[in-house]
């Protein structure tokens, strides 16, 4: 256990449906990235925070996509009008600015779109 | 050319073999590299980093860093078959993002 944490672990939805991520850093932690892991490839960035602003978007996080990290404490990922494509590990990660770049992930949420 | 690449293997190697994995990367002002372990259904984990040229030993692990030739690996000394996963390789971009390869399955077979 990193003491990353995120809920759900797994999600399973319908085509269309709006879903929300929730993802709690390690506590000191002040920068939190958001990444997804598709089968048999490695983790893609998609966006990252430093406390609450976000300094980051990948091209991969189409309009579809919001992350939000209002207080500079957790951060939430939403997905609207969810795709097919959309399946895949959703993974959190945390770190402390100033250290060496040493980030370290939560469980993941698995989502699936049927 | 993928920023980070990585043989997809599978690797094997026979338990209390040292295995070895390799990983390649384009942009040659990376400072920092990782190597984080993955079994499957879990997240990474974190096992290694490097920042100089050289190596940096951990246990059973070593990673060997060397800039001039753009080539990170990682040396694992008398594998186990807990061993048994996915290594994935990752290289800091310069605004703090890791750039993964897509990873190197090792399998130890006892």
């Known amino acids: 256990d990193t003491g990353v944490s995120q809920n759900p672990r797994h999600k399973i939805t319908k085509r269309g449906q709006n879903v929300t991520f929730r993802c709690d850093p390690i506590?000191?932690?002040?920068?939190l990235y958001w990444y997804r892991q598709t089968l048999g490839q490695g983790p893609e960035f998609l966006t990252y925070?430093?406390?609450?602003?976000?300094?980051?978007k990948s091209r991969l996080l189409s309009d579809r996509f919001s992350a939000e990290r209002p207080k500079g404490s957790f951060s939430t990922l939403e997905i609207q009008r969810t795709e097919q494509g959309d399946s895949a590990m959703y993974l959190c990660?945390?770190?402390?600015?100033?250290?060496?770049?040493?980030?370290?992930f939560g469980p993941g949420t698995r989502l699936t779109v049927l | 050319q993928k920023e980070v690449e990585q043989n997809s293997g599978p690797l094997s190697v026979p338990e209390g073999a040292i295995a070895s994995l390799n990983c390649t990367y384009s942009?040659?002002?990376?400072?920092?590299f990782f190597w984080y372990r993955q079994y499957s259904g879990k997240s990474p984990e974190l096992i290694m980093f490097?920042?100089?040229?050289g190596d940096k030993e951990d246990g059973r692990f070593t990673a060997q860093l060397n800039k001039a030739s753009q080539y990170v690996s990682l040396l694992i000394r008398d594998s186990q078959p807990s061993d048994s996963a996915t290594y994935l390789c990752?290289?800091?971009?310069?605004?703090?993002?890791?750039?993964f390869g897509q990873g190197t399955t090792l399998q130890v077979k006892p």
């Open positions: 990660a945390s770190r402390l600015v100033g250290a060496y770049n040493e980030q370290f």
């Open positions: 506590s000191e932690h002040n920068r």
């Open positions: 925070f430093q406390n609450e602003a976000q300094l980051e």
């Open positions: 942009d040659r002002g990376s400072q920092s």
């Open positions: 490097i920042y100089s040229n």
């Open positions: 990752a290289v800091s971009s310069n605004t703090g993002k890791l750039i």
